[in-house]
C-alpha cells in the first residue's frame, strides 16, 4: 500500500543553455555579502568562474570566496568555511560545482548560526537546526548527485575515518534556487561523466528495488531509467550532444529529489557496500557502485524476482514470451550488463584496488540497510565482495 | 532540442489517509482569520466539512464561510468572495473540494487587494498581480484538475459567455499547502471518477502530443499513463481500492503541475474541443475530452506518426514486429479506445447532447493551439466534430 508521506520541493530551478544569466533575478533577493564557494579551480579553467564573478560584481555584491572544497568535503573544511562566512557576514551561500561543492554549502548554511559542534548535532546525532540557516544557491557544473534540488549534505571526518550524510528534514536547506546549464558539464572528462551517470541510475535503482507495491513512483523511475539510458548511450558517443547531456541533467534533479521515494520503500544497500569501497581506496563514487551492483543483484534477484522480472520487461525491452520468470529476470540484469560495459564502467573491485586480503574489513565498513529485498548477513556481504572481485 | 525553462514548485504536499491531520502544522503559520470555501455541500454530508472545521477551531481560528461555489466558478462569484474576505480580514484562504474551488480561491487571493477589475486584469489581459496576494491552502476532495499543486484558475463570465484560464507566473499564487487523502475521493460517485480519471489522461496526453525531442519529459509521462491506466481498471472495480485511488491521485498532481512540460512544446487542442462542447452542453469535462479524443486523434496520427508509434509501444504494450508504423500507432489508438470503453466514458458527442445543427458554433468556440502536430485549420475542426457525432 502507498505509505502516508508528504512532499516539498521549493528550489527554483533555470535549466538551459546560457541560465546563468538568471542570477540577474536571484541575486537582487538576497543582501549584499555573497560567499562564493567552489572546488578545485577547473571553474577558472572553463570561465564559469568569470561569468559568475561578473554577474556579481554587477549585482553590486561584496565577494568572499571559500576555494579548495575537495570531492569529499571534510570537516576542517567545513570549519575553516563556517569562520569565513561568519566573518563575511554571509547573506547568501553561492556553491559553483558539483554535489560536494553544493553539499558543502549547506553544511556551512546549517552551522554558521549554531553554537554546538556541527558534527555532533548533524551528523552523529542526526539532528535539526535550532539556529537560523544562511540560504544557498548553485550553479551546478558536474552531474550526478541531485544536491541541486535536495536537502542531502555529506561530510567525511578524516580522524575518525567517518563519512556521514545527513538529509534535512526543512526544505529550507535545499538550495533556494539551482543554475542548471548542461554545456557547463561539456568539459567533464569522459570517466567522470560515465561515473556520474552510474551513480544517477543507481539513485533510481536504489529506489526502485524495493516493495512489492504497485505505485507511481516506480512507473516515474521507469520513465527515468529509460531517459538515462538512451541518453547515456548518445552522450557516450558524443559528449557534447546537448539534448543528451540535458537529458541527463535532468534526469539526475528529479533521481534524488525524493519524488521517486514518495509512499514507498527504498533500498540503497548498493551505496552502502560502494561507500566501503571507496573508504578502502579511493575510488571515483560512481564506478564503486558500478563494480558491485552486479554481484549486489544477482545475489537478491530470487527476493525480489517479480520486481526483476519487471524491471527487464519495462526497461531493458525482454521479451518475456516462452521464458520463465527467472529468465526473464536475468535477461534483464544480463541487458544492464551489457550497457554498463558498454559505457565503459568498472565492473569489478580489483581494477578499483582492492585484493582478498580487505574483504573482512570492507564487511567492517558495511553499514546493512533494512528496505531492500533481502537484508543482508555478513557473510553475504563477503560473498557479494567476492563476487565483485 | 530541450529548450530552456524554469521550474519552481513550492507547495507542501501531505499525502495518505488522515493527512488532514497535518492541518495543525500547517494552521499556525498563517494569522487568526481564515476564509474556509467550499462547494455545493457534499463535504457536510461526508463529513470532511466537520473535520476540518473542527481542526480550524482547534487551532483558535476565526472562521467565515464561502459556500455554494460551483463547478465552473463565475465571476459574480469571485466578486462576492472578494467582498467576502476583505471584510473578513482574510489571512489564509482554505480551499475544501475538488479543481472548481481551488481555482476558484487563486482567484480571490490575487484580486482581493487588486484595485483594478480581476476579470479584465487577470483573465482578458492575463496579467500578472501587482498587489499582496493571499496565501491558499487546500483540502482535495475530488481528483483531476492538478489546481492543488499549480499556479491555474479558470473563471467563467456568463454574461460574456467566457470561461478563461490563467496560469499565473508567481509560484505564491500556487496553494501553500495542499491536504491529498485518497480516501476523501472515494464517495465520489463512479461517472465523475472516470471523468476524472480521463482528465488526467488527457493532461499528460496534451503534453506528450508535441514536439519530436527525445526527452525526459515525455519519458516521464509515458510513466504516468501507464501507472494511471493500471490504477484505473482496479479502481474501476473498486472504487474503494486505496492503492488505486492514491496512485490516480498522485498521478493527477504530476500530470498539471509543469513537470513533464519541462523543456518541451504542447499541444491542448482536445481541451479547447472538448471546452466547447462544455459550452453548448455543459456536460462533466473530463467526457467532453474523451468524446472528441478519438476522433482528433486519428486526424493528427499522420503527422505525428514517430510519436503514435511510440505511444502505440510504449503506453499500450504493442508488439511492433511485421506491422507498418501506421499500423502500429493505428494499434496503439485501438487500445486507448478499448480502455476508455472498458471504463465506461463518454466516446462521443451526440451522448452528450450536442446535434449537427451545432457544428458551426461548436467551431467558433474552439480556440486552435499551436503546439499540436497539425494546426488544424476550421475545416479540420468541424471535421472533427462530425467524426464525434
Known amino acids: 500500500m502507498l505509505g502516508n508521506f508528504s512532499y516539498c520541493n521549493p528550489t527554483k530551478l533555470y535549466f538551459g543553455k546560457g541560465s546563468v544569466m538568471n ?4 541575486l537582487p533577493k538576497y543582501g549584499k555579502n555573497v560567499v562564493l564557494i567552489y572546488g578545485g579551480g577547473s571553474i577558472k579553467r572553463n570561465g564559469i568562474y568569470d561569468e559568475v564573478v561578473h554577474i556579481l560584481n554587477e549585482n553590486g555584491k561584496t565577494v568572499t570566496e571559500i576555494s579548495g572544497v575537495m570531492p569529499n568535503p571534510t570537516l576542517e573544511k567545513l570549519y575553516e568555511g563556517v569562520k569565513t562566512a561568519r566573518s563575511a557576514k554571509a547573506d547568501l551561500l553561492l556553491a559553483v560545482g558539483g554535489g560536494s561543492v553544493i ?14 559542534d556541527p558534527w555532533e548535532k548533524y551528523f552523529i546525532s542526526n539532528e535539526e537546526p535550532s539556529c537560523e ?11 550526478g548527485t541531485g544536491s541541486e534540488m535536495n536537502a542531502g549534505s555529506v561530510i567525511t571526518n578524516t580522524r575518525q575515518k567517518l563519512k556521514i550524510g545527513h538529509v534535512f528534514k526543512d526544505e529550507k536547506i535545499m538550495p533556494r534556487f539551482s543554475i542548471l546549464d548542461p554545456t557547463y558539464t561539456f568539459t567533464l572528462p569522459r570517466y567522470q561523466m560515465v561515473a556520474g551517470i552510474f551513480d544517477i541510475f543507481c539513485h533510481i535503482s536504489e529506489q526502485y528495488f524495493s516493495g512489492d507495491d504497485d505505485n507511481t513512483s516506480d ?6 531509467m529509460l531517459s538515462l539510458i538512451r541518453s547515456s548511450l548518445i552522450a557516450d558517443k558524443d559528449m557534447t550532444d546537448y539534448e543528451a547531456r540535458s537529458n541527463i541533467m535532468w534526469t539526475a534533479t528529479w533521481a534524488l529529489n525524493t519524488l521517486i521515494a514518495c509512499g514507498k520503500t527504498t533500498d540503497w544497500e548498493v551505496h552502502m557496500l560502494g561507500q566501503a569501497v571507496g573508504a578502502y581506496t579511493n575510488a571515483t563514487h560512481g564506478m564503486t557502485l558500478s563494480a558491485v551492483s552486479m554481484a549486489y543483484y544477482k545475489h537478491i534477484l530470487p527476493y525480489g524476482l517479480a520486481k526483476f522480472k519487471r524491471f527487464a520487461v519495462n526497461v531493458w525491452g525482454i521479451d518475456p514470451d516462452g521464458k520463465s520468470d527467472e529468465e526473464i529476470a536475468n535477461a534483464g540484469l544480463s541487458a544492464m550488463e551489457d550497457w554498463m560495459k558498454k559505457l565503459g564502467l568498472a565492473m569489478n573491485i580489483t581494477e578499483l584496488g582492492v585484493d582478498p586480503s580487505m574483504l573482512e574489513g570492507l564487511a567492517d565498513a558495511t553499514l546493512i540497510m533494512e528496505g531492500g529485498y533481502k537484508t543482508l548477513t555478513r557473510p553475504e556481504v563477503i560473498e557479494i565482495f567476492k563476487n565483485s572481485l
Open 103 to 116: 553539499d558543502y554549502a549547506k553544511a556551512v548554511s546549517v552551522s554558521v548560526n549554531c553554537t554546538e
Open 219 to 224: 512507473y516515474i523511475a521507469e520513465g527515468l
Open 23 to 26: 542570477l540577474n533575478e536571484e
Open 133 to 143: 540557516t544562511l540560504p544557498v544557491g548553485a550553479v551546478l557544473t558536474m552531474v
